[in-house]
């Protein structure tokens, strides 16, 4: 069982760039968002529950997940979006745990934007936060996915807030300044890491 830190953080605050400097280290990171699309992959039970439930208007020609209908067909429905989320959510931690049991290395990092939100920390043995002023969230986001600045602020609302993810912590990363001052801080951890997870 590999010792587990569960990286986090708002939209923007650079989860991603963190999560390649501990690549670089050699550490497996397991992603809930590419587990997310893993669960949904065709010739899994959970997409075939989704094209039973919802008709196979939710596949396309090649048989995979059509994202686009499914939003549409969740999107204003609560019964419906309860129902995928009842599906999707316990396959994903089965999937994350499965993905953790099997990582090689003396720890590992899982790697979700809604850890807190979600209450998976009780998956993890630390909670790393990359953390930055909301300003300057809004501002990468922006320029980064090209989005209206009122469709980041309604995400960054319906996220945790930067105070309650700062109190989840054991530790934080900020990243409020250039790219380059990411890297020290997280040999800096992995050193941390590496002394947590080391047999007694």
């Known amino acids: 069982m590999s010792f587990v830190v569960g990286l986090?953080?708002?939209?923007?605050?650079?989860?991603?760039?963190?999560?390649?400097e501990f690549e670089k280290l050699g550490i497996t990171v397991i992603d809930a968002d590419v587990v997310a699309r893993q669960v949904v992959e065709p010739g899994t039970a959970a997409l075939a529950r989704i094209a039973?439930?919802?008709?196979?208007?939710?596949l396309n020609t090649h048989g995979?997940?059509?994202?686009?209908?499914?939003?549409?067909?969740?999107?204003?429905?609560?019964q419906h979006k309860n129902w995928l989320n009842a599906l999707l959510h316990p396959a994903i931690r089965r999937l994350m745990q499965q993905q953790i049991e099997q990582a090689p290395g003396p720890y590992c990092i899982l790697a979700v934007p809604l850890l807190i939100e979600n209450n998976l920390t009780g998956m993890c043995q630390?909670?790393?936060?990359?953390d930055c002023p909301e300003s300057l969230q809004l501002?990468?986001?922006?320029?980064?996915?090209?989005?209206?600045?009122?469709?980041?602020k309604n995400i960054m609302k319906s996220q945790a807030s930067r105070e309650q993810r700062r109190e989840a912590a054991d530790d934080i990363i900020d990243n409020s300044g250039e790219i380059d001052a990411l890297a020290p801080q997280?040999?800096?951890l992995?050193?941390?890491?590496?002394?947590?997870?080391?047999?007694?």
């Open 8 to 20: 986090t953080g708002g939209i923007g605050s650079g989860k991603s760039a963190a999560t390649r």
């Open 52 to 58: 039973e439930y919802f008709g196979d208007a939710m």
């Open 64 to 78: 995979e997940l059509n994202r686009t209908a499914l939003r549409k067909a969740v999107f204003d429905n609560e």
């Open 126 to 130: 630390r909670v790393l936060v990359i």
């Open 139 to 152: 501002a990468r986001a922006v320029k980064r996915d090209g989005s209206d600045e009122q469709v980041i």
């Open 186 to 188: 997280v040999t800096r």
């Open 190 to 200: 992995h050193q941390q890491y590496l002394s947590l997870s080391a047999p007694s």
